[in-house]
């Protein structure tokens, strides 16, 4: 791919990537809730639950933009695309045990949502519900992965098919729940530590948002927004250690030798934006008045969006070298 197509490239899968970092920051919710349900237990302290509380509460406004879209350019992909049509209703077992997962997600989300009195009121722990939605997240991940694995598969085999012309055939490859690869393991732990990631970059802007209808002290403030940046520092560390497997499996596509400087430059370019949200959110965990930068909270955002924007990008490029 020549290095002119990488603005167009990069501004049409921007979009994308944004429905994506909802979606990730939805997964990623519970699962830094659970943490912080669990810090807050052992340390004996609220904090940390009015945070987790704010994020099962972001997890809903997360989840019903991307599913919107995934739904929508699913069911525009099926009325699009034959090939794709044929594959998903010859193999329906692994997207339909998506689909009833990622409902079950929203639902449950819902319902405790619905439920919520107030937080003063209220003072059981929601650590089963936390731990129950980061369960069914982690299965989401897996399966998602693995049916994204199958799809790419058998994409390739219809473009193989189309570039050879005549009348090939295409064989079916259906979707397979048993493989025990390490590396699809590898991925479910970095997509978790990506979407946690996301959560505490979603979380600060959300935080920053509703600074005024939060009932909190100004000091009691504070306090969760550092709280926000640590989270969303450590888990984006934790992502980044991730970084030199996806350039071991991204950076060796075959055909021209620019594709592969094409990739690294790419992801060259999402490491680098990970880890300028991590420099700020160094600063916003390290100051007093974290609500006083608004420039570092939006800009932080900005830099997880443009790394995942460049993954995307990398992972595209890999896919049409293949």
């Known amino acids: ?43 004996g302290t609220q904090h940390p639950e009015a945070y987790a509380r704010r994020l099962l509460r972001m997890a809903l406004a997360c989840t019903l933009p991307a599913c919107a879209l995934l739904f929508s350019a699913t069911g525009l992909t099926l009325y699009r695309t034959p090939w794709f049509r044929n594959w998903l209703f010859a193999a329906p077992l692994v997207p339909a045990l998506l689909a009833a997962a990622i409902s079950a997600y929203g639902v449950s989300l819902l319902l405790w949502r619905a439920s919520r009195i107030s937080y ?41 098919a189309t570039i050879s012309g005549g009348g090939a055939l295409v064989p079916l490859l259906r979707p397979d729940l048993s493989s025990t690869a390490p590396w699809l393991w590898a991925a479910v732990l970095a997509g978790a530590l990506a979407s946690a990631m996301c959560a505490g970059a979603w979380s600060l ?31 984006g560390l934790l992502a980044l ?32 934006a990970i880890v300028l949200a991590c420099i700020a959110w160094i600063v916003l965990a390290r100051s007093s ?33 293949a």
């Open 205 to 235: 802007e959300y935080l920053m948002l509703r600074r005024d209808r939060e009932p909190f002290g100004r000091e009691a403030f504070a306090h969760t927004m550092r709280l926000a940046a640590r989270a969303s520092l450590r888990s």
């Open 1 to 43: 791919m020549p290095n002119l197509h990488v603005l167009p490239l990069f501004a049409t899968l921007a979009a994308p990537a944004f429905f994506l970092f909802f979606a990730l920051a939805s997964l990623g919710s519970p699962l830094l809730a659970v943490i912080c349900l669990c810090v807050g237990r052992m340390r």
């Open 289 to 321: 008045r974290p609500c006083s930068h608004p420039v570092l909270v939006h800009g932080s955002l900005a830099l997880v969006w443009t790394g995942l924007t460049a993954a995307l990008c990398a992972a595209l490029v890999r896919f049409y070298a």
């Open 120 to 160: 003063r009121s209220r003072p059981d722990s929601p650590l089963a519900q936390a731990g129950a939605l980061a369960l069914l997240a982690v299965v989401i991940l897996w399966l998602a992965l693995s049916w994204l694995r199958d799809l790419t598969a058998q994409a390739l085999a219809v473009l193989d």
């Open 241 to 272: 250690s991730f970084l030199p497997a996806l350039w071991e499996h991204l950076t060796h596509p075959p055909g021209s030798p620019s594709n592969a400087l094409l990739v690294q430059a790419l992801l060259m370019g999402c490491g680098s």
